[in-house]
């Protein structure tokens, strides 16, 4: 099955700087890749996607990268603010919709 | 729009006793239906495939015995933990696709139901 690695386990950044999550993946028939925030008690939310007919997508402050040839993508946070503390969890799907998760990155922002 | 939803929100309930959760997706249609459990800063791990009108798929090491899943209508599926003990106690989130949709392979996810077993 696949097999999702992400890093680090925790980040701590400082308000307003840029936050760097990054994700192995293990089957290269892989082809849809979320990222999650979730914070305590509550379901995922879904932040960001991309497929991989797609290197690079943005949405304001986030923005995601993929290298197929390398089999990693990562999740880029610029300007954090304290309401981005919580916990990341990247994941990747193939055909199937299957989503394997990351272990999941806790990130703090400090005021 | 694409909104799921779980009841309840948290459940206790005694060892060797049964509890059902409710998953529903409340403005689409929800052919499949995934069922994840997730320990304390842990990940989220799947469970089951629910697929309206067919029997459940089970990852690999779930008890199918155990976690009885049941998707009998569009918007609603639910899992029964069957004899619960201690150690079933955790987070369960299911999450949705909607087909319709024109993102097919997004998985909306509901808010989870925290299951304590004593």
């Known amino acids: 099955g696949e097999n999702v690695e992400q890093h680090p386990s925790t980040l701590s950044v400082q308000e307003g700087d840029s936050a760097v999550i990054k994700c192995t993946y293990s089957d290269s028939a892989s082809n849809y890749f979320p990222w999650y925030k979730q914070e305590l008690g509550k379901g995922p939310q879904l932040i960001i996607d991309?497929?991989?007919?797609?290197g690079e997508k943005k949405d304001q402050r986030i923005a995601v990268t993929l290298n197929k040839t390398a089999k990693h993508f990562s999740l880029h946070i610029t300007e954090t603010q304290p309401e981005d503390s919580a916990v990341y969890f990247c994941a990747a799907s193939r055909a199937d919709y299957k989503l394997s998760f990351g272990a999941g990155t806790t990130v703090t922002v400090r005021a | 729009g694409a909104v799921v939803s779980q009841h309840p929100s948290w459940v206790i309930c005694k060892s060797g006793t049964s509890v059902k959760i409710e998953c529903r997706s409340l403005d689409f249609q929800a052919t499949t239906m995934f069922w994840y459990r997730q320990f304390p800063k842990q990940s989220l791990m799947l469970m089951a495939t629910s697929n309206e009108g067919s029997k459940a798929t089970y990852e690999q090491g779930v008890e199918k015995d155990k976690f009885l899943i049941n998707h009998a209508s569009l918007t609603l599926s639910t899992l029964t933990v069957t004899s619960a003990h201690p150690e079933d106690s955790s987070f369960y989130i299911c999450?949705?696709?909607?087909?319709?949709?024109?993102?097919?392979?997004?998985?909306?996810f509901g808010p989870g139901t925290r299951l304590t077993v004593t």
């Open positions: 991309i497929r991989s007919n797609v």
């Open positions: 999450s949705a696709r909607d087909l319709l949709g024109g993102r097919a392979y997004e998985q909306y």
